[in-house]
């Protein structure tokens, strides 16, 4: 058969059958594929994922306020969180944090006065009952359920005054450590 009459019966082929050419022509072979992702839960600290080991800022501070030199009386502060650190995280994520001894640890978390003439002692806990202390560097886990988009440490201090405590400012400061 030369070229010509392949092209003659090609021809006549659909023009006798052209509901078969046309449902040969339409049929195209199929298949499928898988579309996927992970998404892991964890905390995001202003907005995104920290280093590992980086530094976040001043989460906060602790205030016992202000009484005389003299006083006796024992105070208490909660963290008040910073405006400049933000920590949110997955609801339910499993987030711990370990907190350091401060910068005048000496069997216990101190503070120093400004000037450098004394020391008050000073206990922090992780309940607002001030049932459960937190020692150096021990994990204590932080509830994320409660408030995911704006996580609270728990942190909470009590500072009992001696008496005779130099007049001026005390102040430490201590290195939180987060994990999840």
Same mark, same amino acid.
């Given at each position: 058969?030369?070229?010509?009459s392949?092209?003659?019966?090609a021809?006549?082929a659909s023009?006798?059958?052209?509901?078969l050419?046309?449902a040969?022509a339409?049929?195209?072979?199929?298949?499928t594929?898988?579309v996927s992702?992970t998404?892991s839960?964890?905390?995001?600290? *202003?907005?995104? $994922?920290?280093?590992?080991?980086?530094?976040l +800022?001043?989460l !906060?501070?602790?205030? @016992?306020g202000v009484?005389?030199?003299?006083?006796?009386?024992?105070?208490?502060?909660s963290?008040?969180a910073?405006?400049s650190?933000?920590?949110?995280?997955?609801?339910g994520?499993?987030?711990s944090?370990?907190?350091d001894g401060?910068q005048?640890?000496d *069997?216990?978390? $101190?503070?120093?006065h400004?000037?450098?003439s +004394?020391?008050l !002692?000073?206990?922090? @806990?992780s309940?607002?009952a001030m049932?459960?202390?937190i020692?150096?560097?021990q994990?204590v886990p932080?509830n994320t359920?409660a408030?995911?988009?704006n996580?609270?440490?728990p942190?909470?201090a009590?500072?009992?005054?001696?008496?005779d405590?130099s007049a001026g400012s005390?102040?430490d400061?201590?290195?939180v450590?987060l994990q999840w």
């Open positions: 058969m030369n070229g010509a392949r092209s003659v019966i021809g006549l023009a006798l059958l052209p509901g050419w046309i040969s339409s049929a195209a072979p199929t298949s594929f898988q992702a998404v839960e964890g905390c995001l600290v *202003d907005g995104a $994922r920290p280093a590992e080991g980086a530094s +800022g001043m !906060g501070w602790l205030d @016992f009484d005389s030199a003299l006083s006796t009386a024992t105070h208490t502060a963290l008040v910073g405006q650190v933000t920590l949110n995280c997955t609801p994520v499993a987030l944090m370990w907190v401060g005048h640890y *069997d216990q978390r $101190r503070m120093r400004a000037d450098g +004394g020391l !002692g000073y206990s922090l @806990f309940d607002a049932q459960q202390p020692a150096v560097n994990e932080v359920a408030s995911p988009e996580v609270q440490l942190l909470y009590r500072l009992s005054l001696p008496g405590a005390y102040h400061t201590l290195v450590t």
